[in-house]
């Protein structure tokens, strides 16, 4: 029986399917942003995180990664990068705690690294240039993320026992990470839930060469939004 593919294997097969479809629709209806991410960008910024995780913080398998950000497209180049490393992502509570932290928080940027870790600032809005409080010693993503590479290569590939998930204390090895395919091919998932409802969403439907529409904040009706972007599923 082959071995079951992981995150990193799943966006390799969208890219090899068809790297110019929509894969990750994001709406905000608080600010009234649309981003639309296809799997070659989506692979673009996984690429550069990646590359960040291991040239800058010397992750890998075994590293712990916390995820300190809401459901959000950032969030989901960030969980692919970490699992693109063989890393651990910790989702929760815990998160912060985590060897390095990805947040949105400037007050939690400046407790990582003043605790002696790396810490990684997030600024969700989608043309931000900088972060206008990023503390000393925390990496501005907005403003440094650029600088990395477009392109990754695994300096390791983590086993299918090692660590991939933990969420609010569940544990989820490499080799169960990915689920058994059960959605019709090319679902087209709506997810409106929190950090963990979009990964969840996110790994079902790409491994079944589908998309996700995430809507954050989501206000009235959505039955014309659905309609609208061809939403096959509701979770």
Aim: aromatic content about 6%.
């Amino acid at each position: 029986m082959p071995p079951r593919p992981t995150p990193a294997d799943v966006l390799a097969t969208l890219l090899r399917s068809d790297p110019g479809r929509p894969r990750l629709t994001c709406y905000d209806d608080a600010t009234g942003e649309r981003i639309e991410l296809s799997a070659k960008t989506l692979a673009n910024w996984v690429a550069k995180a990646a590359n960040l995780l291991t040239e800058d913080a010397d992750a890998g398998p075994g590293t712990r990664v916390g995820l300190d950000l809401p459901g959000h497209w950032r969030a989901a180049y960030w969980a692919w990068a970490t699992w693109s490393v063989g890393a651990t992502l910790v989702t929760g509570p815990g998160a912060a705690q985590a060897e390095i932290v990805v947040t949105d928080s400037a007050d939690r940027a400046a407790a990582t690294t003043a605790a002696g870790r790396y810490a990684v600032l997030v600024t969700l809005a989608a043309l931000a240039r900088s972060h206008p409080a990023a503390p000393a010693g925390a990496v501005d993503e907005a403003k440094d993320l650029a600088a990395y590479g477009d392109r990754f290569d695994p300096w390791q590939r983590p086993g299918p026992a090692d660590p991939a998930l933990d969420a609010d204390g569940e544990h989820t090895a490499y080799g169960l990470i990915v689920p058994d395919p059960h959605w019709p091919t090319g679902t087209r998932v709506l997810v409106t839930g929190d950090l963990t409802a979009m990964l969840g969403a996110l790994m079902h439907a790409w491994a079944v060469d589908g998309s996700v529409v995430l809507v954050r904040n989501a206000l009235g009706d959505q039955a014309a939004r659905l309609a609208a972007e061809r939403v096959t599923l509701v979770r």
